[in-house]
């Protein structure tokens, strides 16, 4: 359920405009819709201390613009050697999709040229079959300090609820140069991090790493857990690179290595069942963005 208001975070290291050219030009913006599809895959990995392992296609369709947005993500899970998995019946596919709605609203707020405050919420629901008791809230609030033109640092908090688990934890970051369309960029910082470099306007080569959470519900018939709860967190790196094709149109490809993917059981009524680990493996990542 990770929160990412990627361009109100960048829009910080914005130079010193005029105010109505800053106005003009952070409200187009703000308000510019956009659809993003994007698809993953994650190749074959063992379970820690087990010979069963498992490969995960993900594909994500979001719309949005930098104050309201809407989002549907699908997994699909391919399973090997079924009788050596820790959980589930060793007969048949532990789970074979899941899937989770997101709709989330950014407030934004420029107190002067130095400080801005951003708060984001979200609602979300994760679940394999049943929408029961998969709901979920995240919040994201953070303060921005700019130092100079290309120096920025944020720090503030986002917590993740669910009646399951709830996850809180700080955010804290350094950013250099985040809005340039020329040369290096750098944020530093948890729960993101990355190293960029602009070869040209269109061209932009990146290094990351990204640390997500979320609790997806079980199905009644669940094998692994009837009507149960899966709590999932993993560190993904990323390496790759994006091209802005025109105004409208970009895309981005990834080579993506799960550093560490960990996740917990619980049962109906919340109480921890399990905890598992999967092996770090590689995989692939591509997105279409169109703006409007």
């Not at 594909?59 to 820790?86: C, Q």
């Not at 049943?130 to 120096?151: C, E, M, P, R, V």
Request: charged share 20%.
């Amino acid at each position: 359920m990770m929160l990412r208001p990627v361009l109100l975070l960048s829009l910080l290291c914005l130079p010193s405009w005029s105010k109505e050219q800053l106005q003009k030009g952070l409200l187009e913006r703000i308000i510019q819709p956009k659809v993003t599809f994007e698809s993953s895959y994650l190749a074959d990995a063992d379970i820690k201390g087990s010979e069963g392992s498992v490969e995960v296609h993900k594909n994500r369709l979001r719309v949005n613009n930098e104050i309201i947005g809407l989002s549907y993500t699908h997994w699909a899970f391919s399973w090997d050697d079924l009788h050596a998995l820790p959980f589930g019946d060793q007969q048949s596919s532990p789970i074979t999709q899941m899937h989770a709605f997101k709709l989330n609203a950014n407030l934004p707020f420029f107190i002067n040229k130095k400080w801005f405050l951003l708060t984001s919420a979200s609602i979300r629901s994760a679940f394999e079959k049943n929408t029961k008791d998969s709901y979920g809230a995240g919040l994201f609030s953070f303060a921005s300090y700019k130092i100079d033109d290309d120096h920025t640092i944020q720090l503030g908090a986002f917590a993740n609820y669910h009646k399951v688990s709830t996850l809180a934890l700080p955010v804290i970051s350094y950013s250099y140069r985040a809005r340039q369309n020329d040369g290096l960029q750098v944020i530093l910082g948890f729960p993101r991090t990355y190293i960029a470099y602009h070869a040209n306007e269109s061209t932009l080569f990146k290094l990351g790493i990204i640390y997500s959470q979320s609790v997806i519900k079980l199905s009644n018939e669940s094998t692994i857990e009837n009507s149960g709860f899966i709590e999932a967190k993993d560190y993904m790196g990323n390496i790759g690179a994006t091209y802005r094709f025109n105004q409208h149109l970009k895309c981005e490809a990834n080579i993506l290595y799960s550093i560490r993917r960990d996740f917990t059981i619980f049962d109906s009524l919340g109480k921890e069942h399990s905890s598992y680990s999967i092996e770090p493996s590689i995989g692939l990542n591509a997105k279409i963005v169109w703006l409007f």
